[in-house]
């Protein structure tokens, strides 16, 4: 099916590991985001991209890397996961006018 | 430093009548703004769009309004509906050089039957 996906839905992991969220569109789109979810401070942005190969920082970039070397895909990976990235992750992408939001993958880290 | 503010986390409305969402923003470089409403365990889905040039845009029952001298933008929701119920977030779009998309941290409404 068309749209964006996320995976996994729900992943627990252990401080220090590394954990990588994937995120897929069919649409082609040039521009693809990362969101954390976190109550009291609503979406906050991780990185962005606006072309394969090019990627930016956004409001809370700490302790993340993405990359995005096909235009469909801009996985992001938790190098030292701590216990503050537990949060929900969604992905999004976009032409240029609104944001088509994955349906999000719930991190936990112990 | 929040460039996107929504001062009320929550909103509770009888049906039928007028819902009322606001947002505030910092950024005077912000020239296309949007609303979102989220369900729990789902994403973010689009709303309402309104670009800097414009100061009102209508969607059926959403209205969003946008008064750049206040920097200050609204969602009218006419009238209210029990499914209407969830988080709605506000956010806007930058211009420096590639597009960035700022949200607010959303406020809960609660339409009551």
């Known amino acids: 099916d068309a749209g964006i996906t996320q995976s996994p839905r729900y992943k627990i992991t252990e401080t220090g590991r590394q954990v990588t969220l994937m995120c897929h569109q069919t649409?082609?789109?040039?521009?693809m985001f990362w969101y954390r979810q976190d109550l009291g401070h609503g979406l906050r942005l991780i990185y962005y991209?606006?072309?394969?190969?090019?990627?930016d920082k956004g409001e809370v970039p700490d302790g993340y890397v993405v990359s995005r070397s096909k235009t469909e895909n801009f996985p992001l990976t938790l190098e030292s996961a701590t216990r503050s990235q537990t949060s929900v992750y969604f992905c999004?992408?976009?032409?240029?006018?609104?944001?088509?939001f994955g349906e999000g993958s719930r991190l936990t880290v112990l | 430093d929040q460039q996107v503010k929504q001062n009320s986390p929550s909103l509770s409305v009888q049906e039928g009548r007028i819902s009322i969402l606001n947002c505030d923003y910092t950024?005077?470089?912000?020239?296309?703004f949007l609303w979102y409403k989220k369900y729990p365990a789902e994403g973010p889905t689009f709303l309402i769009s309104?670009?800097?040039?414009?100061d009102k845009n209508e969607d059926g029952r959403f209205t969003v309004f946008l008064n750049k001298s206040a920097k200050h933008l609204s969602l009218h929701i006419v009238p209210s509906q029990p499914g209407d119920s969830a988080v709605y977030f506000c956010?806007?779009?930058?211009?420096?050089?590639?597009?960035?998309?700022?949200f607010g941290t959303g406020t809960r409404l609660k339409v009551l039957a």
């Open positions: 950024n005077s470089m912000f020239d296309y």
């Open positions: 956010a806007a779009r930058g211009t420096s050089g590639t597009y960035k998309y700022i």
């Open positions: 999004a992408s976009s032409a240029t006018g609104e944001l088509f």
């Open positions: 649409w082609s789109h040039s521009y």
């Open positions: 991209s606006a072309a394969a190969d090019i990627t």
């Open positions: 309104i670009s800097s040039i414009k």
